[in-house]
């Protein structure tokens, strides 16, 4: 069974950073693209990185300069550091293992909110 953990989030200031940790279970880790999505209050889940399996990265434009994703496969755990965080960056934040376009998995999120 897959499990993906997420932890690190928190209230922090504007400005602030934060960084977030996924630890994903089972074999899935080795095969998986590992994705942060966020989702904010009554908006859709957005994509906010994604990395490879050998370490590839990819950053919507909006999200390009103030985050970053890595990933530690001995430790099967993925990252996102975020630095000079904003209001706007408020939002439960999901970690997603994805095996091609057919298999996704998601960890239960973990709350992120930005002070102003």
């Known amino acids: 069974q897959v499990q993906l953990v997420e932890s690190g989030g928190g209230l922090v200031q ?3 950073s934060l960084r977030l940790s996924c630890a994903a279970s089972g074999s899935i880790f080795r095969v998986a693209v590992m994705n942060w999505y966020r989702q904010a ?3 859709q889940r957005e994509l906010v990185a994604a ?3 050998g370490g590839s990265t990819n950053y ?3 999200m390009k300069g103030r985050f970053i994703i890595s990933r530690d496969n001995a430790k099967n755990t993925v990252y996102l550091q975020m630095n000079s965080l904003k209001p ?3 939002a439960v934040y999901y970690c997603n293992a994805a ?3 057919l ?3 998601w960890g239960q999120g973990t709350q ?3 002070s102003s």
């Open 51 to 53: 990395i490879t399996i």
């Open 88 to 90: 706007d960056d408020t």
């Open 60 to 62: 919507p434009d909006s």
């Open 99 to 101: 095996i091609g376009t």
């Open 41 to 43: 209050p009554g908006k």
């Open 14 to 16: 504007a400005g602030g």
């Open 112 to 114: 992120v909110t930005v």
């Open 103 to 105: 298999y996704h998995y």
